[in-house]
């Protein structure tokens, strides 16, 4: 299973080749493919994550395409994709029992990052749990995103996690979207803490 690639590494081909994933990546395809063709308008990322939501819901194929889709997206997509999903205005993956079962059955870098952008605090908390022992550019980059988290223990579990993902590939994702980040008063600092870590001073925890 793939875990997704640096952001900008559009992963899927262009109309007339072969889809990638089963049924729910090929319509996922599709739509990535109409949204990327307009510079992925903040205005269409319901469609975006209705299709990830529905793609997840697949076989592994289908899991496949939906990380790759996530881990490709620009770094303000990934943002309008995280907000949008913890309002709770696009449709959801069932109630918050099914959502979390879907998390605990299935071993798959989509679903834990999809799950680490819920509406629900515990949710987001566990699939942060998840993120943080799996390697590569999309967990990374969800671990980003929940470092200025509003529910604390999800905002710690996250900044601490994120301070040892030093890998070339994983910075190259969580640079710009603690960029992103950078204004909003939960995440003050953290950017500073991390590039201090990657300059190979250590990892350091950043409290708020």
Request: glycine share 12%; charged share 30%.
């Amino acid at each position: 299973m793939r875990g997704g690639k640096a952001f900008g590494a559009f992963a899927y081909q262009p109309p007339g080749e072969a889809p990638v994933g089963g049924v729910r990546g090929h319509m996922l395809g599709t739509v990535t493919r109409a949204l990327a063709a307009s510079g992925y308008p903040r205005a269409e990322a319901d469609a975006l994550l209705f299709s990830l939501r529905d793609a997840v819901l697949g076989d592994d194929a289908d899991r496949d395409a939906a990380a790759d889709v996530l881990g490709g997206v620009p770094a303000r997509t990934l943002v309008d994709l995280d907000e949008l999903s913890r309002s709770g205005s696009v449709e959801a993956l069932g109630g918050l029992r099914e959502r979390r079962a879907l998390l605990r059955r299935t071993d798959h870098p989509a679903v834990a990052a999809l799950s680490g952008m819920d509406e629900n605090g515990g949710l987001r908390e566990e699939a942060v749990v998840r993120l943080a022992a799996r390697p590569g550019p999309l967990a990374a980059a969800v671990l980003a995103l929940r470092t200025d988290d509003w529910v604390e223990p999800v905002r710690r579990r996250a900044r601490i996690a994120l301070m040892w993902r030093m890998e070339a590939e994983e910075a190259a994702v969580i640079l710009p979207l603690l960029e992103l980040r950078r204004g909003r008063s939960r995440a003050s600092g953290v950017l500073d803490v991390y590039r201090e870590a990657c300059r190979g001073d250590g990892p350091r925890l950043h409290r708020s």
